[in-house]
């Protein structure tokens, strides 16, 4: 079983930033797809972004293209998200997820991934 931890949520003003960390207790096959997903109050899990370890794909929600980065600190086994540009509607709970599908097939399912953080707070403030 790998322990994942997040780290770097907080409260800021809209358009301001905010780097998200998420650390693990062992590595992860580099087949496996790693996604940061993030769930506001009263609505459904819903993912952000995602990484392929072996072929450096990266994916994306359409409201955080532009704005989202997701990156790989191999050494410190740490994954990353960094935001820019936050708005009010990206207040939610941050949660990291690792052992999900190679190539990140169905990136976006929350069901694909075997392994979760406990979440971290991001609000933005208007």
């Known amino acids: 079983q790998v322990q994942l931890v997040e780290s770097g949520g907080g409260s800021v003003q809209a358009g301001g930033s905010l780097k998200l960390s998420c650390g693990a207790s062992?590595?992860?096959?580099?087949?496996?797809?790693m996604g940061w997903f993030r769930q506001a109050p009263g609505k459904g899990r819903e993912g952000v972004a995602a990484l392929h370890p072996r072929e450096r794909i990266t994916k994306y929600a359409d409201s955080v293209k532009g704005r989202f980065n997701i990156s790989r600190d191999v050494p410190e086994n740490l994954l990353i998200l960094e935001m820019n540009s936050l708005k009010p509607d990206d207040t939610a709970v941050y949660y990291c997820?690792?052992?999900?599908?190679?190539?990140?097939?169905?990136?976006?399912?929350?069901?694909?991934?075997?392994?979760w953080g406990q979440g971290t707070q991001v609000t933005v403030n208007s």
């Open positions: 997820a690792r052992g999900g599908r190679d190539w990140c097939s169905d990136w976006g399912d929350p069901s694909t991934y075997m392994y």
């Open positions: 062992a590595y992860t096959d580099i087949t496996e797809c």
